[in-house]
């Protein structure tokens, strides 16, 4: 059974920072890309960060080049995006999703995914 976890949302003041995890599980990660969306109330899903689990290659949207970073642990079967210098407008639900035999950067740019997590909330207010 394909299992995603997100965790590590939650509130944060403008400027600040917060380090989401996405624990997988239930499927051969080698193949794969994962990808962090993010969906706020009345918008689209986005996809923004995309990581392939094979060779820690990535893609970035433009609007979180520079403040977002995301990177893999092989060893706990995890995938982090550190999100710094965050603004009121990144305020949305956020959630990693996994695709077997896809590239990070088709990932991204399909704004798809085949597996999905549940969602973690982050909340950027003062």
């Known amino acids: 059974q394909v299992q995603l976890v997100e965790s590590g949302g939650g509130l944060v003041q403008p400027g600040g920072s917060l380090r989401l995890s996405c624990a997988a599980s239930g499927f051969t990660l080698g193949s794969a890309a994962i990808g962090w969306f993010r969906q706020a109330p009345g918008k689209e899903r986005e996809a923004f960060s995309c990581?392939?689990?094979?060779?820690?290659?990535?893609y970035y949207a433009d609007f979180v080049k520079g403040r977002f970073t995301v990177s893999r642990d092989n060893a706990q079967g995890t995938v982090y995006l550190q999100l710094n210098s965050l603004k009121p407008e990144d305020t949305a639900v956020y959630h990693c999703?996994?695709?077997?035999?896809?590239?990070?950067?088709?990932?991204?740019?399909?704004?798809?995914?085949?597996?999905w997590g549940q969602g973690t909330q982050v909340t950027v207010s003062s």
């Open positions: 999703a996994a695709s077997p035999f896809v590239t990070s950067r088709l990932m991204c740019m399909l704004h798809n995914g085949r597996y």
């Open positions: 990581i392939n689990w094979s060779d820690g290659s990535t």
